[in-house]
């Protein structure tokens, strides 16, 4: 039977290898089915492609055009989606483990669309607070963040072809940054067959992916500045590809995220009769079989407290014991075999090692059933879990991972005890702690968290809808420290910074009003005689600006509002004794002297292009304002955001923030300061 030979994608262009060095199989069967190999390729060819063609091309995208091509590439994978289910299986992963690896990762296509939301329509992201330096606001400091102009180079792990490859690009082509992806040769077939309908889809400009099935050994010799590698994998290859000299060289931007000896620990709360210990054994059993183990954030150690561990030794070894090995497609199966014969031999010396002082409780090595498969042709293992009888001694559970459906309980006598063991993993991507005592969460969360990239607590009020141990979620952080790799991936507007350059840009409020398209408070305003209100949104420019007529406050409009509104707050009291209060004399309430504001603004006696007021941030009440004060509104335009048509019926608009400076007439006028948003028609 001749082998399939998987295609590389390099300078717009496929390429199949004339004599690949890498046979990949079937893990159900041990049958070969594809070969591999990166023969023919010129990395720094495909880097320079990939900078000089993709990165032009996303660059001159807003962030709103880039999250909308992630919307539509999401929507085109989705519809391909059982295509990629029939391939997966032949990785040994069951459909519950497909679905995680094939639409979770079109999930994070999805979130990462959404994220447009939180920037600007630019190409840039302007970041945090304006700076104010000089006494007068002449000069002020602002920081800026534009996409590095390099590519991002994504070294993937075998066990999750398609999330791995999908969570990275997602956050990188947001971004505005291209990037050559290779994944682990031994399910890059996968991979391959995802890749294909990207680039069939004909979604994303020339040049913003390109893809290695085989071999990319030497690509890291043509790293530039501004490029930025991410790997996922074992920490000891992690650590070589973070050495390389070229990235020291060139300070290249490397982000790890290393498989790590992960925890869940039983709360020291928790009796055998209470929801959250049948929710931890649910969660442990879940997290050894998932994939069959095969996860960088699956529990590798099982905290318990001593005098439960022959209930949890019961429990899970029920639930694991019936767990069903074997062909995925095979009804009942519930764990299907590891990634290849290689994966499993390398699971195997790992769990000879961990023998040496630790005792298996669960599972067996030899004796086990497989359902529709032969076990000795396909990767099959039985879940397997030890006991550490000495936890601060016998030390292997806490240095040795091996990569499969292996796990070790661990008995603790105190919580202070248990914080020092799961920190004894040197640094994990996740850990989770099962209880129902507020207490015993935040004394966990608090000690465990400076060794751990995320944390999960799992009780009775969650469970319905926890995502669950095992699952990095697009709008969080995954990565952890020490051992985990020091690096963070995803995290929502986190990551997407990440592959950006923050550049503070300092000069007049006009002149970065002018850069930033964003208007700076004491920027010169643009007065054209006509009311904002009647500029539909694509007539509005920034820095457009209506300085309104002056109200005067009495007391008579103070004791009117708070006797609408309901507010007597002392200070709002003609009859209240001041003395020793920090005002002198009755003061107006600061939501009636918002609402002259608004009344002073609104030009309310035609129909206009503004629809409705869509609401308020950063209201500030920055000095009292007394009766016999007049105000009056200095109105900006500072920002517009397009909105999307939801269908032929909705109304073209977008979102307008108006700064709204409400004034006196001392020498530092400022009473109050609020941005209100606006939804106007296009």
Known sequence: MSLIALENYAEGKWVKSSN?????????????????????????????????????????MTFHERGLMLKALAFHLLSKKEDFYKISAMTGATRIDSW?????????????????????????????????????????????????????IHINAFNFPVWGMLEKIAVNLLAGVPAIVKPATITSYLTEAVFKEIIASNILPEGALQLICGSARGILDFVQTQDIVTFTGSAETGKKLKSHPKLVEQAVHFTMEADSLNSCVLGEDVKPDMPEFDLFIKEVAREITTKAGQKCTAVRRIMVPENLVEDVKIALGQRLLSTTI??????????????????????????????????????????????????????????????????????????????????????????????????????????SIATNDHQVAQDFVLGAASMHGRILVINRESAKESTGHGSPLPMLVHGGPGRAGGGEEMGGKRGVLHYMQRTAVQGSPTMLTAITNVYQQGAKGNIEGIHPFKKHFNELKV?????????????????????????????????????????????????????????????????????????????????????GTSVQVRFTCKEKLPSETKDENDIPKGIVKWLVEILDETDEPIVGVATILTMVKI
């Open 20 to 60: 690949p060095s890498e046979t990949l199989f079937n893990a159900i069967t041990g049958d070969a089915i594809f070969s591999a190999g990166s023969d023919g390729l010129d990395f720094d060819s495909m880097m320079k492609y990939g900078r000089s063609k993709g990165g032009r091309a996303l660059r001159k």
């Open 100 to 152: 995680v690896d094939i639409e979770g990762g079109i999930g994070n296509l999805f979130a990462n669309a959404s994220l447009r939301r939180q920037f600007g329509n630019e190409r840039f992201y302007v970041d945090g607070d304006v700076a104010k330096i000089s006494k007068n606001n002449t000069f002020i400091g602002q920081h800026i963040m534009v996409p590095l102009e390099g590519v991002a």
């Open 326 to 431: 074997g062909d995925p497609s095979v009804e009942g199966v519930k764990m299907g075999p590891l990634a290849g014969l290689v994966q499993r031999t390398d699971v195997l010396e790992k769990v000879k090692e961990i023998s040496a002082e630790h005792e298996i409780v669960i599972g067996s090595i030899d004796n086990f059933e497989v359902k529709g498969a032969d076990k000795n042709k396909g990767a099959f293992m039985s879940p397997i879990v030890f006991y550490n009888d000495a936890p601060f001694e016998k030390l292997a559970c806490h240095n040795i991972e091996a990569f499969g459906p292996v796990s070790t309980i661990i008995p603790y006598q105190s919580m202070d005890d248990a914080i020092e063991l799961v920190r004894m993993g040197k640094g994990s991507l996740v850990c």
């Open 543 to 627: 820095g457009d600006q209506l300085i309104t007529e002056k109200r005067l406050i009495t007391s008579e409009d103070i004791d009117k509002f708070a006797d609408l509104s309901g507010d007597h707050f002392y200070a709002h009291n003609q009859e209240t004794n001041f003395d020793g209060t920090m005002f002198t004399h009755q003061v107006a309430h600061g939501y009636f002297i918002i609402s002259v504001a608004a009344g002073l603004f609104v030009d309310s006696y035609e129909i206009n292009p503004v629809l409705l007021n869509y609401g308020i941030d950063e209201l500030r009440f920055t000095k009292p304002v007394y009766p």
